[in-house]
């Protein structure tokens, strides 16, 4: 439109047609005004409402559980009166949407409710989060426009943030317990118990210090605990060992993350070691189920990854394996959700099955169902209780025939 007022104008100019220069120099002119409209109006609103307030519930997120949104846009106080007048009356004209990513919205988009009171307008509506990460959420966009809709602004308020999703989890803590109680009677079967049925172990932090063995941290210049086998509160690490693919990537870090938050719930204190966990984080979690412990648990698989080669996948299992392997020897109980493994892997989980408090799931997708038999077939005779699954297995019933059965193909 001002393209064509400017060639109007100036053709009017050209050929002494003052009718034609009326009509190119109202063009033009509605076209800045059009412009200075828009101008206006957003920075109107952004002085009058300067940020966005976004809470997410429940934060986090739960891969496959629905989310709620709630966006407050405010006055902001330092706003002058005639100014704040102006610009919550064109609030009143402006429409207001909000940006998620696809991971957040489940592919859909986002329908908000908007609400709007004097110096605040509310936007809330609903996410269905598909997978688990961190995901960017928005900043909300004020869409404009002046009243002949020859400009379009689209404006963002506030900032954008990232939102963790964790993984979906299986509720095993029905047989959590008697995945513990097992153990317990793998111990207690093998001989009589002693009235000091104890062992020394290094210390950890959160470790109560009732329980120091001071005669013997004295003796070795660090501090030792005492870890009852026969104690009700049996700790367990979770081994994972990540896949390369995505799909099985998810089901790997949910099978991973439900058996290690069902044994917290049971009790019982819990690790999760390896899928890229730093070593150097790795202690056990649990305080009789504490809610900050499965948190913090749930926490350290949001920004798990994909191993970048399959021998830096070996390398962890083993590092897993080294970290497990002595605190197996004092009773506790290790779980691993592996892919088939190398030889140098199976070596290194070669030690904790001497425990016979071991249990392994294999992941046997296409075309890996033969590798990973033979890995179970390598863990079985190093006093492993393993068996193979799929990424579409129902996690709960092969847990479930896992503990009843001992062993399964």
Known sequence: MLSCGVVIAVLGVGLSTPILVYIGVAMVCAVAVAYVWVLLAVDSFLR??????RDVTPHPLTAGRPGTVTVAIEAGRSSRPGRGRVGRALADHLDIREQAAAELTGGMGTKATVTREPGRLELTYSLHPSRRGRWPLGPSLIHSSDPFAMFLADTPVGEAQHVPVWPAVVDLSATAGALMGHADRIVLGARTPSPDDSSLRDYREGDDLRRVHWPSSARRGTMLVRSDERAGRRPASVILDAPREP???????????????????????????????????????????????????LDQTVDLASPVSRAAATADVVRSASLAATDAIHGEVTVAVVNPLEKAAIDALVPIGDSGRAWAIVRADAPLEQDARDTVRALRRAGWRAATATSGDDLEALWSRMLTAGEME
Do not use: Q
């Open 48 to 53: 009058v409402f300067p940020r966005a307030r």
């Open 247 to 297: 799909v099985a990537l998810e089901w790997a870090i949910s099978a991973a993350a439900s058996i290690a938050v069902s044994v917290l719930e049971s009790g019982h204190p819990v690790r999760l070691i390896g899928g890229g966990i730093d070593p150097g984080s790795v202690r056990h979690l649990g305080d009789r189920g504490s809610a900050a412990a499965r948190i913090e648990l």
